[in-house]
């Protein structure tokens, strides 16, 4: 059994920060890639930040330049600083992991989602 946990949505203001946090747990041999998306109310979900094992990210053009992902591989967890946040940012944001069990089955996890809301 493998969950991932999401936390630090919320309410800010239009320029304001937020930080997201992912932890994976369970029965974890591997994390390849561990990314967000989110999907704002009638859009589909789609990426915002993705972040392999070896190091390599990708953003999405709409929020390079302020929005930055990490990794702490030791704590299975990723983290997504976002800074300068717009009103198009108000989103369910999702975490998603590429993981190895320790039955070597792979498969892709979702996080529950987390809510971020830009407003003033």
């Known amino acids: 059994q493998v969950q991932l946990m999401e936390s630090g949505g919320g309410l800010v203001q239009p320029g304001g920060s937020l930080r997201l946090s992912c932890a994976a747990s369970g029965n974890i041999d591997s994390i390849n890639d561990m990314g967000w998306y989110r999907q704002a109310p009638g859009k589909q979900r789609e990426l915002v930040a993705v972040r392999t094992n070896g190091g390599s990210v990708e953003y999405a053009d709409s929020v390079k330049g302020r929005f930055t992902i990490s990794r702490d591989n030791r704590k299975n967890t990723a983290y997504l600083q976002m800074n300068s946040l717009e009103p198009e940012d108000t989103a369910v944001y999702y975490c998603?992991?590429?993981?190895?069990?320790?039955?070597?089955?792979?498969?892709?996890?979702w996080g529950q989602g987390t809510q971020v809301t830009v407003s003033s």
């Open positions: 998603n992991a590429d993981i190895v069990s320790r039955d070597w089955a792979r498969r892709s996890y």
